[in-house]
């Protein structure tokens, strides 16, 4: 069996960065003849999140993917995922906002909460590991929001921060990661797994 690779793809708004993961796991797919799988964290809180997530269902369209909702808890995504499976997770970024504010509705949101985020982000790392222990091919895209002055508002900063330390968790475990910029990859890191290393990785760091 090819062992699993661990990839890790981010950019700006419209970078390309989605559409990029796309077409490598749906060729990469192909070749294999294996079961594709999307993740999506993306909740239609507004028009222009309906708009994108309209778009991003257009381009997955005719390519035979299992699609898994999965907003928050993406532990939940694991049961579903098989062996062999070429997987992609859109997005991170996504997926944090809404664990930050999980529990809003009753006046307890994750971010007004000591160690939740750190309980959240210990878990959606093991669980990261775990799929991509699991699958053949698992992508994970993210939104580079870094870029930006620091804003003047503390939950944006806190935002930030976690961001910051998933992403570089994820660096770190990942054979591969890519910067989109213009719609060109940027690669950043690339390199052949060795051993179990890679995917036991030596504590989350959180």
Wanted: hydrophobic share 40%; net charge negative; with cysteine.
């Amino acid at each position: 069996m090819v062992r699993s690779q661990l990839t890790f793809i981010s950019g700006g708004v419209r970078s390309g960065k989605s559409s990029f993961a796309e077409a490598l796991l749906v060729k990469e797919a192909e070749e294999a003849h294996s079961r594709l799988v999307y993740i999506a964290s993306g909740i239609a809180t507004d028009e222009e999140m309906e708009s994108r997530i309209r778009k991003h269902q257009s381009d997955r369209a005719g390519q035979n993917w299992l699609t898994i909702e999965q907003p928050t808890r993406l532990e939940e995504a694991l049961s579903t995922i098989q062996e062999g499976d070429f997987v992609l997770w859109d997005c991170l970024t996504t997926w944090l906002a809404n664990e930050l504010y999980d529990g809003w509705e009753t006046g307890t949101p994750c971010i007004g909460q000591a160690g939740c985020m750190e309980r959240k982000a210990d878990e959606v790392i093991g669980t990261i590991q775990a799929i991509a222990k699991r699958a053949t091919r698992f992508i994970i895209v993210s939104n580079e929001v870094l870029d930006e002055p620091a804003s003047i508002y503390d939950e944006t900063r806190i935002y930030c921060e976690w961001i910051g330390r998933l992403h570089r968790e994820i660096v770190r475990l990942s054979s591969m990661a890519i910067e989109m910029d213009h719609g060109i990859a940027v690669y950043w890191k690339r390199e052949e797994a060795s051993g179990d290393e890679w995917i036991n990785g030596h504590g989350n760091g959180f």
